[in-house]
């Protein structure tokens, strides 16, 4: 925030709360309108959060700081209009915006010029710390676990309603029921219907682990397994899409890498997608790649050396 | 059943459940967009751009993925629905090719180069929009950066959707209704793991599996399994001073005598379903217990005896609290009542902190769906929550969903 200028920051996403404040709440599915979930005022450095209770709120974040839930736009409009520092901002960022918003915040601060910071979450949380680094590893073990209860159902030809059952069921052992884009199985050979590709997203302490595969067996497949290795190894620092598209197979269906975090984040390469994209050292990837009707999906952690697999 | 009140209010329910005609999608979707075109007349506006995920849904009816924020952010669908155009633009990967839209390639309006793909289609199908009213719900950076809406007179997409939602169609009402009926039976299913020494987590993954072998392809929200302490200061502070539901926060093992409050909710071709209950774990209530869930029957026999269109929101309140000798049955951070359709919670709501004066301008009108969640606490002795949810009909009203029981209170 100092570096840009900001006076002050306006947060809605679960995900960007989480990351600023550490606060932890319940898991809802799909989007939410935007409206301002947490402020983050930069001269006193204090941080203001939506929450009703101090439960999974974090000591950091004083009680006296917390705004209950509210259905009413002027109890909300006071309450953060009590917020030291916003009425005179003169720089009030938002990661998105709605019009209602829009017009409080003309309201709250009248002197502040709004500005979006989407850009500036990006940036911070794509650069992932060692104890980030960390909590994905732990994420990366449910998602192999819940892999693994996928294939053995799918092995015991349980078929794809059963795995997805069981893949839920394995993370939920592990005290993990929230996901991030959750278990899908779909067929990968749809005419012999004995081949399924498997995805798996967890939401584990805030991080998100991510694997797929085709199953049964895609490991004894030497194509597909050496061509996800070239992708995930041109994932080096400096490497932009262009880079990754000349990595990529030319018969591949489908590949894509970006951001994982607390759950998808930047930058997104692919076929079409990267303009301007530079890969970083301390970048957590998804790297994901399908090729004669095999998927493959992995984590990846971009080092200085090496770019290894979680 | 428990004799007395509770009797009474499954009999009145069971009376007011009835048939529902079979899903028809295309109908439901047609309807919904002329709904919006009548609203889009009506605000003078002269285009919706649509991006915040049930709002699409609704306009579109593109699925509805049980997916995190991210994901559903950065992958989402976006609509366009234009003043007089007989169908809807939709921006997406075009899964389902059964939907009657104008197929346009997915944009990805998180990005700076996905937000310069927007303003194009946007350019193409609508013309520039500087000077024009156009309505949207979410702006991302990436938009604002781009300028996507600069120089429109822009109108809040909410109020637009808001209003064309409120009354729901019958085929909106039997999704609604299949939704809750789906719920029901994954919660009757799995209600026997939740014992003594269970974990939140185990007795949810239960209920996950199960949902998955009932055909539900979206689960909507982590299912709330709450062990409720039995006084407000034993639990998390509250702003409200009053007891902290749902935080969704941690994975309790249960114990002996819990009293767990219960909250799921799952999609069903857009809808949601809303289940809430209050389980006792490894013995049955007591008679205190007891004494809580028959005067939370009260309160829902109360309120559906006055309950049909005309009745103003603040009409509702007043038969609870009537029921209940003066208090307040219901948690003030929530409602008595709210509304459920492409989202979990919407118009309308009754007894929010909106205040006596929304509530009493609030006119109950058919097709409108209410949730009713009364709660009753005694401190010292906890609370009894559960949820119904029922459709205002012409004459009074009809109950939405099986007629699940509320084990192990009756």
Not at chain 1, 85 to 114: D, Y
Not at chain 1, 129 to 157: C, F, H, S, T, W
């Amino acid at each position: 925030m100092a570096t840009v200028g900001l006076d002050v920051l306006v947060l809605g996403r679960r995900d960007s709360v989480a990351y600023a404040t550490g606060a932890r709440s319940l898991w809802t599915a799909g989007s939410r309108p935007f409206g301002p979930a947490c402020v983050l005022v930069a001269a006193a450095r204090s941080v203001h959060l939506l929450s009703t209770w101090d439960e999974g709120v974090p000591r950091e974040v004083p009680f006296e700081h917390l705004y209950g839930v509210t259905w009413n736009g002027a109890i909300l409009a006071g309450a953060l209009a009590a917020i030291p520092g916003l009425a005179t901002a003169m720089r009030v960022a938002v990661e998105a915006l709605s019009p209602g918003f829009e017009r409080m915040a003309l309201r709250l601060a009248p002197a502040a010029e709004l500005v979006p910071a989407d850009d500036l979450m990006r940036a911070v949380r794509a650069l992932k710390l060692p104890a980030e680094v960390a909590r994905i590893r732990a994420a990366a073990a449910v998602v192999g676990a819940a892999m693994e209860a996928a294939g053995a159902a799918l092995a015991g030809d349980a078929g794809p309603v059963a795995a997805r059952s069981a893949a839920w069921e394995a993370a939920a052992g592990m005290g993990v029921t929230a996901p991030t884009s959750g278990v899908a199985v779909w067929p990968a050979e749809p005419a012999s219907g004995s081949r399924f590709h498997v995805d798996v997203g967890f939401l584990v302490d805030g991080y998100e682990g991510g694997l797929g595969r085709t199953l049964p067996g895609s490991d004894d497949h030497a194509p597909v397994v050496a061509a996800q290795r070239r992708l995930v190894e041109a994932c080096r620092p400096g490497a932009t899409a262009a880079d990754l598209r000349s990595a990529a197979p030319g018969g591949a269906t489908r590949w894509c890498v970006r951001g994982s975090g607390m759950g998808f984040e930047t930058p997104v390469l692919s076929a079409t997608l990267g303009r301007g994209e530079v890969i970083e050292e301390h970048m957590v990837l998804s790297v994901e790649l399908e090729l004669d009707g095999l998927r493959r999906r992995d984590l990846v952690t971009v080092g200085s050396e090496t770019t290894d697999v979680l | 059943m428990n004799g007395g009140v509770a009797d009474d209010l499954a009999r009145l329910l069971a009376e007011r459940r009835t048939e529902m005609a079979p899903i028809d999608a295309g109908r439901m979707r047609r309807e919904r967009h002329g709904r919006l075109q009548a609203e889009l007349a009506r605000q003078g506006v002269e285009a919706a751009l649509l991006l915040h995920g049930p709002n699409v849904g609704y306009a579109t009816g593109e699925e509805v993925r049980g997916v995190d924020v991210s994901y559903a952010t950065f992958e989402r669908p976006v609509a366009l629905v234009v003043a007089g155009e007989d169908r809807p633009h939709l921006l997406a990967h075009h899964e389902d090719q059964t939907l009657d839209v104008e197929r346009h390639p997915a944009a990805w309006p998180e990005l700076d180069e996905g937000a310069e793909d927007l303003a194009s289609v946007l350019a193409e199908v609508v013309g520039p929009v500087a000077g024009r009213r156009v309505a949207v719900d979410e702006q991302t950076g990436a938009m604002l950066r781009a300028g996507v809406l600069d120089g429109a007179e822009i109108a809040d997409a909410a109020h637009l959707v808001g209003a064309a939602k409120l009354a729901k169609t019958d085929d909106e009402l039997a999704c609604i209704a299949e939704a809750q009926r789906r719920n029901e039976d994954a919660m009757a299913a799995i209600q026997g793991t939740a014992r003594v020494g269970a974990t939140r987590s185990q007795v949810a993954g239960a209920f996950l599996a199960r949902l998955i072998e009932l055909g539900v392809e979206s689960n909507l929200i982590d299912p709330i399994f709450q062990p409720m302490p039995r006084t407000v200061t034993d639990g998390p502070r509250t702003t409200t001073k009053t007891v902290a539901f749902p935080t969704g926060v941690g994975d309790p093992t249960f114990g002996e005598g819990d009293l767990i409050w219960v909250d799921s909710g799952i999609d069903h071709l857009g809808y949601a379903s809303d289940f809430g209950r209050t389980w006792v774990v490894g013995r049955d209530p007591d008679a205190a217990e007891r004494g809580l869930f028959e005067r939370w029957c009260d309160v829902m026999v109360a309120v559906l005896e006055v309950l049909k269109p005309g009745a103003t929101a603040a009409e509702l309140c007043r038969a609870a609290e009537a029921a209940t000798g003066g208090d307040r049955p219901w948690l003030p951070h929530f409602y008595l009542a709210h509304g459920v359709g492409v989202e979990s919670a919407e118009m309308p709501l009754v007894g929010t902190d909106l205040g006596p004066e929304f509530d009493d301008r609030l006119v109950m009108a058919p097709g409108m769906v209410l949730v009713l969640e009364p709660v009753i606490w005694a401190d010292g002795v906890g609370g009894y929550r559960a949820e119904e949810i029922v459709a205002v009909t012409q004459d009074g009203w009809r109950h939405l969903g099986g007629g699940h029981p509320y084990p192990p209170f009756g």
